[in-house]
Every structure is written in C-alpha cells, then in structure tokens.
T-cell receptor
Framework: GAGVSQTPSNKVTEKGKYVELRCDPISGHTALYWYRQSLGQGPEFLIYFQGTGAADDSGLPNDRFFAVRPEGSVSTLKIQRTERGDSAVYLC?????????????????FGPGTRLTVL | GENVEQHPSTLSVQEGDSAVIKCTYSDSASNYFPWYKQELGKGPQLIIDIRSNVGEKKDQRIAVTLNKTAKHFSLHITETQPEDSAVYFCAASGGYQKVTFGTGTKLQVIP
C-alpha cells in the first residue's frame, strides 16, 4: 500500500515568508509525528499527534511553528516569518498507536521529507 | 530529557566484514530502541528494534543488543554488502511516542 507522502518535496522561500508543509500519513495510522533534520544530524522531534490533538508539542522551537491535523489524517506544519536557520529537511512519520505495550513504542513509518531552504 | 550518543560517526568496512555501531542513552525510563537506515534523499526506514524486556534480537544479518544497566545498545551487521552503505541512526523512546535520535553513523561498505 501507499506509504507516507509529503508535499512539496522541495520548497525555497525568502526570509520572512510564511510556508506550509503537508503530510499524508498511512491510511489508518492514528499517530502522526513531525521531525526536523539538519544536515549531518539525526531527526529532531517537533510534535506528535494522536488523532486530531497534539499530544506532545514540546519540540516546537518557538511560536513561529505550528501544526494542525483537523480531521485526524492529513497534517500541515506551518512556519511563520521564516528565518535562514529554519532551513532543513522536515520529516513526517505515522504509526499505528497501541496502548502502552510491554517494552513500549511502535514502528514509525517516515515519509521522504520536504527540503526547506530559506534564502 | 533523553540524550542519545552514537559512535562512530563514520565507518568503512570491506565487503563481507562485520560492522558495529554503539549507542548510549541517558534516561533510564526509555524502553524502546529502534534502529533506522537512511539512504540519500529518503526518509529513515526502520531495520530492527528492541524493547526493554529483551537483551538481544536478531534478524538475518542484523542483530541488536541492549544492556539496560549500562544504558548501552549496539547494532551488529554481519557479512556486509555494498547495499548496506547508508547512514544508520539509533534512537530511544520512553513508553509514549516521542523518539530521540542519535547523530548517525555513515557506513561505507567497500566492494
């Protein structure tokens, strides 16, 4: 079946502009995550949705970043007043959420990412 | 919060040799440890994971070990092949879904 898809694959914008990045999770996956990956680094957690609600947004760097998932499926990451330091690959992942398993955690399936460049 | 350290940052091996990547974590509450492989221009892909109630897990040429006392976990790839060349990430998670990644190991398998 289809995996996680993200659009656009590349986005170039100017400093100060507003951008939206879209994520389509795997059908039936109730959990959705956003990560940011800078060059040569591991993905850095931004926010996690369980259904429509943000269960954990502790990774959002500041109030310029906001994410929504209004119908519990597609999610949009929104960045206001972009800065050059926002340039990175933004990754989305989804998973089947299960009540806490013995030993915890379940597999997250990642999309290909959106490469954001702020000039 | 959780902190995951990963070594080495780069690793070159001859085809057929073994590769070992080591990670440490800081939060004793972490209980889920996935390993991801990331190829250029793609998102990370889970290759194997281990939970805190297990000390070792093997899947064909890949094995992971976990030492909860020492907060260490390792990835072992045997009989390496050129297609194993990629960046590998270890990660740790504590019961709910937030995952903390290591900084990655770039593995190069030389034919």
């Amino acid at each position: 079946g289809a995996g996680v898809s993200q659009t656009p694959s590349n986005k170039v914008t100017e400093k100060g502009k507003y951008v939206e990045l879209r994520c389509d999770p795997i059908s039936g996956h109730t959990a959705l995550y956003w990560y940011r990956q800078s060059l040569g680094q591991g993905p850095e957690f931004l926010i996690y949705f369980q259904g429509t609600g943000a269960a954990d947004d502790s990774g959002l760097p500041n109030d310029r970043f906001f994410a929504v998932r209004p119908e519990g499926s597609v999610s949009t990451l929104k960045i206001q007043r972009t800065e050059r330091g926002d340039s990175a690959v933004y990754l989305c992942a989804s998973s089947l959420w299960a009540p806490r398993l013995a030993g915890g955690g379940d597999e997250q399936f990642f999309g290909p990412g959106t490469r954001l460049t702020v000039l | 919060g959780e902190n995951v350290e990963q070594h080495p940052s780069t690793l070159s091996v001859q085809e057929g040799d073994s590769a070992v990547i080591k990670c440490t974590y800081s939060d004793s509450a972490s209980n889920y440890f996935p390993w991801y492989k990331q190829e250029l221009g793609k998102g990370p892909q889970l290759i194997i994971d281990i939970r805190s109630n297990v000390g070792e897990k093997k899947d064909q040429r890949i094995a992971v070990t976990l030492n909860k006392t020492a907060k260490h976990f390792s990835l072992h790839i045997t009989e390496t092949q050129p297609e194993d060349s990629a960046v590998y990430f270890c990660a740790a998670s504590g019961g709910y879904q937030k995952v903390t990644f290591g900084t990655g190991t770039k593995l190069q398998v030389i034919p």
